[in-house]
Each structure stands twice: as structure tokens, then as C-alpha cells.
């Protein structure tokens, strides 16, 4: 069955990887990114619908939310995969902290936005999280900015558990109503992400040619986005989880099956998203 395959985040890395290969293998892929000339190549390239949105800026996201929910009559999966590492604490017009709105502030509203359509889609929604997510210290939900203690690989770190917790309270809330939601790690992938970090580890692990040498190529990061994209949920694998190798993680962080936790962060970021 040809699928619409909506990915965030796609005008390069495993996004754009991923588009290609979900493209070849026939499916509708919306192409959306945040540069319009990256944007606009890669779609061209595989001959795709795109869109446009800077995801620190949420009245993008409404918009873009608006203009998938008009042009297509179903999603059948949404890929938030939109993401990275940025420098000194830096705040959005909206008033958050960069990293955890483009990685899990503006994600979480764009699904919550297009949530109806989902549900009568029976859509699959894939988070892009990270193996950083075991590197995170304990997540308070009253400051998720990390006003009192900002780091950039702290904050990063944050943001990926957010996304697992956030996909056990997704499918906590609407698996009934049938969705399947899933979190993966793509691996140590070789782009250009995490080249505007602040951190000195990040920026020399993501460009230095040797460390470069030893991580993947994002063809195969993308991987496992396609796998989850095009397979069956409750029979290829289990909703509600977090991947790694195309297999639940053994390794994952103590705080991110918490269900109270989860629980708190989606009606904190319903919050702060007013």
C-alpha cells in the first residue's frame, strides 16, 4: 500500500536518506525542512511535495501544520525527525530554549496540532531520539529550559529522553484510537549535525576526519525510520517504544518508561504551549 510519509527535518542527513528510499519504494513522501533552497532540492530530486518551517519558530509549525492538514486528505505516518545540538543557552521569539523547542517543544505541538488527522489515518508518529538520551540527568519539568544549569550536550541530552517520553505518552493516550508511536537511534551518523555546537567534543566529533571515518553513513541511519515507516505495527514490532537495531533498547535511560514522568511532561508542554 502506497503510504503518505510526512518527514521533518528532511532537506538533508537521514531525513533527506530517508525520503530517497521511502520515495524509490513508492510511497508519497512530504519533504519539510527549514532551508528552502536544501528543502526545495531534495524534493525536486525525487520528485516530492515539500514544505517549508523553521522550527524555532512555532507560528511555522501552526502554519505547517495547517497546510498539511489541507493538502492531504490522510497521513499515514509522520516522522518527526527535525533536530540538533546548538551552542550558549539562546532563547526562541517564542521564549524557549532553542534545543528543547526544535527537538521536542515543536514536534510535540505539530502532532498534537495534526492529532485528529492521525487518529483517522491510524498513522504511525516516529520520533528521532538518540542514544544521549542515556547521558541525561534527571529531567525537572518545571525547568525544561535548564534556566538554573545550561549545557549544550546537557540540553541535548534532555531533549532526546523527551522524545522517548513523549512516545509512551502518545501511545499511552491514542494507541487505543489507532496510533503506534515509536522512538529510534539512528546511530553515530556522518552529517552535518552538531557542526554549530558549542561543544568542543561535539564539533570535533562531527568534523574531524578521523572521528568522521568511524560513524555511519546516513543511508544507513536511516534505517530504521524506514523500517518503522513501512512496517506493521504490533506485528513488526511493538508500539510505544524506543529502537535500537531495529530491536527494543536493553540500555535505556531509568527515567524514560516512567509513566508519571511522561505523564507530567506532555501536560507541562501543553502548557507552556498555552
Do not use: C
Not at 77 to 97: C, I, M, Q, S, Y
Not at 130 to 152: C, H, I, T, W, Y
Not at 197 to 212: G, H
Amino acid at each position: 500500500m502506497t503510504k503518505v510519509i510526512v518527514i521533518t527535518g528532511s532537506s538533508d542527513g537521514i531525513g533527506a536518506a530517508a525520503a530517497r528510499q521511502l520515495h524509490s519504494a513508492g510511497h508519497r513522501v512530504v519533504v519539510v525542512g527549514r532551508s528552502p533552497r536544501k528543502t526545495e532540492a531534495v524534493a525536486r530530486e525525487i520528485g516530492a511535495e515539500y514544505f517549508l518551517a523553521d522550527f524555532a519558530r512555532l507560528d511555522e509549525v501552526r502554519k505547517l501544520a495547517a497546510e498539511l492538514d489541507a493538502a492531504y486528505p490522510r497521513i499515514d505516518v509522520l516522522a518527526n525527525n527535525a533536530g540538533g545540538v546548538f551552542g550558549d543557552p539562546t532563547k526562541t521569539t517564542d521564549g524557549f530554549e532553542l534545543t528543547f523547542q526544535i527537538n521536542h517543544l515543536a514536534p510535540f505541538l505539530l502532532t498534537r496540532l495534526l492529532i485528529d488527522k492521525l487518529t483517522a489515518s491510524r498513522a504511525t508518529v516516529i520520533q528521532t531520539s538518540s542514544v544521549g538520551a542515556r547521558l541525561a540527568g534527571k529531567l525537572d519539568v518545571d525547568d525544561l529550559n535548564l534556566d538554573r544549569n545550561f549545557d549544550p550536550v546537557r540540553a541535548y541530552s534532555a531533549a532526546k529522553l523527551e522524545n522517548i517520553l513523549f512516545t509512551t505518552e502518545l501511545h499511552r493516550r491514542y494507541h487505543a484510537e489507532g496510533i503506534a508511536a515509536a522512538a529510534f537511534h539512528p546511530g553515530n551518523v556522518a552529517t552535518s549535525f552538531g557542526t554549530q555546537s558549542a561543544s568542543r567534543l561535539m564539533r570535533f566529533i562531527t568534523t574531524n576526519p578521523v572521528t568522521r571515518a568511524m560513524l555511519t553513513t546516513p543511508e544507513k541511519g536511516a534505517d530504521q525510520l524506514v523500517w518503522l515507516a513501512t512496517s506493521r505495527p504490533g506485528i513488526d514490532w511493538e508500539p510505544g517504544r524506543y529502537y535500537e537495531k531495529r530491536r527494543p533498547a536493553k540500555r535505556v535511560n531509568s527515567q524514560a518508561y516512567d509513566p508519571e514522568l511522561a505523564r507530567r511532561l506532555w501536560e507541562r508542554s501543553e502548557q507552556l504551549l498555552g
